[in-house]
């Protein structure tokens, strides 16, 4: 199992985490992901097939980039 913690400079509320936890949610492979909304920092969990670049590409497409 792979993780990453990244910053998510977009996110300001519990409805913004939401989101980001529902958008890598649908990612077949990723088994968790948790956030911070005061810190901005979100931890994803993941195995194959998903992948980080799917991942990163979904949360783009949701309209909260990591950085």
């Known amino acids: 199992m792979e993780s990453k913690t ?3 400079p977009d996110m300001s509320c519990g409805h913004c985490l939401a989101t980001i936890k529902r958008e890598a949610g649908e990612i077949a492979g ?10 901005k920092d979100v931890t994803i969990a993941w195995d194959a097939p998903a992948s980080w670049d799917q991942i990163e590409a979904q ?8 950085k």
């Open 6 to 8: 990244v910053k998510i």
């Open 30 to 39: 990723v088994s968790s992901v948790e956030g911070d909304v005061e810190s």
């Open 59 to 66: 949360l783009k497409d949701a309209g909260y980039p990591p």
